[in-house]
């Protein structure tokens, strides 16, 4: 009875350890870019004009940082897990 438990709880933890690993799929670029554009339509102006290519910008360099920390954060956890901590 004891062994069974233990099997069913060590396979209950090793299954939700590999879920953490699961990709789940990013928005397209495209969609992106769409969310941007009318965004910055509608806050910072018409395209082509000063404030609209800086709000684009700032939200491309928002992006990137964002991700770099879902990266950093997702390696940061297969260290953990590779290293048994």
């Known amino acids: 009875m004891?062994?069974?438990?233990s099997r069913f709880l060590l396979t209950?933890?090793?299954g939700?350890?590999?879920a953490g690993c699961l990709?789940?799929?990013r928005q397209s670029p495209t969609a992106s870019a769409t969310d941007d554009d009318?965004?910055?339509q509608r806050n910072a102006g018409t395209?082509?004009?000063n404030t609209y290519a800086a709000c684009m910008k700032d939200r491309d360099i928002a992006?990137?940082?964002s991700q770099a920390r879902v990266d950093r954060a997702h390696r940061r956890?297969?260290?953990d897990m590779l290293n048994a901590r």
């Open 2 to 5: 004891r062994a069974t438990t």
């Open 63 to 65: 992006r990137e940082q």
């Open 16 to 18: 939700l350890s590999l």
């Open 12 to 14: 209950i933890v090793v």
């Open 23 to 25: 990709q789940t799929s």
């Open 47 to 49: 395209p082509g004009s």
């Open 77 to 79: 956890v297969t260290e």
């Open 38 to 40: 009318t965004f910055c």
